[in-house]
């Protein structure tokens, strides 16, 4: 199986990925994309049955490492050496696997609303059967009130792309985070990281989940973005894109750095 991905901005720029959340797909990342391809060369991929993505195989289940070899294979299909990578909730632990699996090749990191661990296995694996057996139907009716604040009002195209998913590949993505837990494997982390929160997120609030992953990755930078839910880049776009683009000036702007 391989992943759907799209490309812009230069061609001989430095390389930064964009992974997505757990039911949304490259459209995620449309609001940094202008920014961010003005001075890099951007990836944006789909997970398995996200998108364009196909499904997995025969409905296999799916961990975060296997998400992040398959990120690899389009890197090196590309021709990418080293690269940074940004990520929202389950593309941020994807970005975190691949810190950990590639080291030399992960030139920073940016993790935004994201975890080292994602609650209890059970509460995934409750979702994945529920999707299995109904459809992402009941999980996308839920969606906008889990993703945003009350009063933001721009939620359902992004509902719509979890609506549009395949439940084979959203059920497998659920099992992935329920068997993710690299808590005591955050010093490893040896690329410059990045740490956005959603002040208001509800799934991955900053007490136990951003601060976590900023104390115990290796000079790791937290910001905490105010008025903003699980998807911090959507709701309030201008501030995490100021973020994500100072700390890709600091630390990746080719292969020299």
Not at 95 to 107: E, H, K, N, S, T
Not at 170 to 185: S, V
Request: net charge negative; hydrophobic share 45%; with cysteine.
């Amino acid at each position: 199986m391989s992943l759907y991905y799209e490309a812009d901005g230069p061609r001989d720029a430095p390389v930064v990925v964009l992974g997505p959340s757990l039911g949304t797909t490259t459209g995620l990342w449309a609001p940094q994309l202008p920014a961010l391809t003005e001075r890099w060369r951007v990836l944006r991929y789909d997970l398995p049955g996200h998108g364009q993505s196909p499904p997995p195989d025969g409905g296999r289940t799916l961990t975060v490492d296997d998400l992040a070899a398959q990120v690899l294979e389009i890197l090196n299909a590309e021709g990418v050496a080293r690269f940074a990578h940004a990520g929202v909730s389950l593309g941020g632990a994807v970005g975190a696997a691949l810190a950990l699996i590639a080291p030399d090749r992960v030139a920073g990191l940016i993790l935004c609303c994201t975890s080292p661990r994602f609650g209890p296995p059970e509460r995934w694996r409750e979702r994945a059967a529920l999707v299995r057996r109904e459809g992402v139907g009941p999980v996308a009716d839920t969606a906008a009130a889990r993703w945003f604040t009350p009063g933001f009002t721009g939620a359902e195209p992004y509902v719509a792309m979890l609506r549009a998913a395949d439940p084979a590949g959203y059920a497998a993505c659920c099992d992935a985070l329920a068997a993710f837990d690299i808590t005591d494997r955050l010093a490893d982390i040896a690329a410059p990281t990045l740490v956005i929160a959603g002040a208001e997120d509800g799934p991955t609030p900053p007490a136990g989940h951003g601060d976590v992953l900023a104390a115990r990755i290796p000079a790791a930078e937290l910001v905490v973005v105010d008025g903003a839910g699980h998807l911090a880049n959507v709701e309030r776009p201008g501030p995490v894109t100021d973020a994500i683009v100072r700390h890709l000036e600091r630390t990746w702007k080719g292969l020299s750095a």
